[in-house]
């Protein structure tokens, strides 16, 4: 069918014009304000599902822990009793270890006991003062070991450095002579002392002296043997010996109880990352089933609608386009223009669309200006 030529209508043609245009527009505002609306209903449910997802994982989280901690609670349990009975089997192993030694060198403890008695009588016959029968009288006097050198260094120290030096920082002026005072007299005292000693006691008796070194070589290597009689009993790995049984099926009971605890707390976990987890998610997510059925269901309806509206549009600007624009041109595809040539028209001004067009001044396309 041929087209009509809108140039050579009236004031119908301009009216049709107008409703179409306006219809145009119109559908074109509504397609506007739908597709803000999908995209709002789209951003909610995305929205919804972030939130359902972050519920759905802090909740299994939380779960999952608490069901960790139960078990952990029961192991930290048995793990303190394990603990204690081992303590108890400790001490009593410590307790017959220590008889064990005791019964193995009681001759040694025995001997050890008349050496010392033997020890005294030596400083009672020859009238040397009991309290210089100690470690440190002999290791300074009668030195005779490694430990008797170390004590020696050790007393060198504290007389002849810590003792001069704190009482001149705490006592005395802050003047080189004063310490240099205090060192002489320090060196005197305690050299003037230690000369004393040793006179009275290792010059005036120095047979006593000869046979105090021969005790406490005896001594030394009674010692010696006790010592390693009571490390080879220390490290004897064989506790048949020992009356542990009760203690060794106690914790062996105990450790069993915390390997099945463990077992069980894994079989837990495994069985709640499997089933319980997507039982927790089912229930998430059915608690907000309802509401994301209605969120969904109103934004496929605003979706349809969108794509009704669009085709519309479509539709109404393909339409004007053949029917309108090819002859008047897209510029007066405006409410206002053709508001202004229906005045003309109306006016009296102009008959025909083409001649209100030349009244208002707009240009014909050229293509369109001669009649059909």
């Known amino acids: 069918m041929e087209q009509e030529n809108v140039l050579t209508g009236g004031i ?8 179409n245009l306006l219809e145009l527009e119109g559908y074109k505002s509504q397609s506007i304000t739908l597709a803000n609306k999908e995209n709002q209903l789209e951003k909610q449910i995305a929205l919804k599902e972030k939130a359902i997802a972050e519920e759905i994982s802090q909740t299994i989280k939380k779960r999952k822990l608490e069901v960790e901690s139960s078990y952990d609670e029961q192991m930290d349990k048995v793990k303190s009793r394990i603990k204690k009975a081992k303590g108890k089997r400790d001490k009593e192993k410590m307790a017959q270890v220590s008889e ?6 009681s001759d ?7 050496l010392k ?74 050299g003037g002392l230690y000369l004393w000693i040793n006179a009275k006691t290792k010059e005036q008796h120095p047979e006593a002296v000869i046979d105090i070194r021969a005790i406490r070589a005896k001594l030394a290597k ?43 707390k894994k079989e837990a976990v495994v069985e709640f990352e499997t089933k319980t987890s997507k039982v927790i998610e089912k229930e998430i997510r059915e608690k907000s089933r309802e509401e994301m059925s209605k969120l969904k269901q109103e934004c496929e309806q605003v979706y349809e609608e969108h794509k009704q509206t669009d085709e519309k549009v479509r539709t109404f600007s393909i339409e004007i386009a ?8 897209k510029d007066m595809m405006m409410i206002s223009k053709i508001d202004n040539l229906i005045d003309l028209i109306n006016s009296g001004r102009a008959s025909t669309v083409a001649q209100a067009m030349s009244l208002s001044g707009e240009t014909i396309p050229v293509e369109k200006s001669k009649v059909e």
């Open 12 to 19: 119908d043609t301009l009216y049709t014009m107008k409703q």
């Open 100 to 105: 064990r030694i005791k019964d193995e060198t």
């Open 108 to 114: 040694l403890s025995a001997e050890k006991i008349r």
């Open 117 to 190: 008695q033997e020890l005294k009588s030596v400083y009672e016959k020859n009238h040397i003062p009991r309290i210089l029968n100690n470690s440190f009288y002999h290791a300074l006097f009668m030195p005779r070991s490694l430990k008797d050198l170390g004590t020696i260094l050790i007393t060198i120290v504290v007389t002849l450095f810590i003792i001069p030096y704190g009482v001149y920082k705490f006592l005395l002026p802050q003047k080189t002579v004063y310490l240099v005072i205090d060192y002489i007299i320090t060196v005197l005292i305690f």
């Open 222 to 264: 009674n010692q010696k043997r006790i010592n390693v009689i009571a490390k080879d009993i220390k490290k004897d790995k064989d506790e048949s010996t020992y009356s542990l049984e009760d203690f060794n099926r106690e914790i062996q009971e105990l450790e069993g109880e915390l390997k099945a605890i463990s077992e069980e």
């Open 322 to 329: 053949n029917k309108y624009e090819s002859y008047l041109g």
